[in-house]
Nanobody, 127 residues
Framework: QVQLVESGGGLVQAGVSLRLSCAASGRTFSSYAMGWFRQAPGKEREFVAGISYRGGYTIYGDSVKGRFTISRDNAKNTMYLQMNSLKPEDTAVYYC????????????????????WGQGTQVTVSS
């Protein structure tokens, strides 16, 4: 089992930056590819970003490319999402997720591939 806990959400104004963290406990964090998803009210959950288990390979959703950066520190069992130039449309509950993999560059945007999920942290961006 892997337990994931997000933090760092809040209410901010458009244009500012925010960094989310996802702390993992349980099995070996470095064996898991990780991802961030988000869900806005009345909308389906959307892929935001993903990172391979060693951190060398990342992918992003089209709506956040160039503004968000995903990273991880395996020594600290923590993943991050640096969000810059926030927009009101970024308002959502942000979830971190993980799945076990043995492939160095394996990371996916497919929600159903992720086995473990956090409870989410709310990000609200006002205009």
């Amino acid at each position: 089992q892997v337990q994931l806990v997000e933090s760092g959400g809040g209410l901010v104004q458009a244009g500012v930056s925010l960094r989310l963290s996802c702390a993992a406990s349980g099995r070996t964090f470095s064996s898991y590819a990780m991802g961030w998803f988000r869900q806005a009210p009345g909308k389906e959950r959307e892929f935001v970003a993903g990172i391979s288990y060693r951190g060398g390979y990342t992918i992003y959703g089209d709506s956040v490319k160039g503004r968000f950066t995903i990273s991880r520190d395996n020594a600290k069992n923590t993943m991050y999402l640096q969000m810059n130039s926030l927009k009101p449309e970024d308002t959502a509950v942000y979830y971190c997720a993980a799945y076990y993999t043995v492939q160095t560059i394996d990371v996916t945007s497919r929600e159903f591939d992720y086995t473990y999920w956090g409870q989410g942290t709310q990000v609200t961006v006002s205009s």
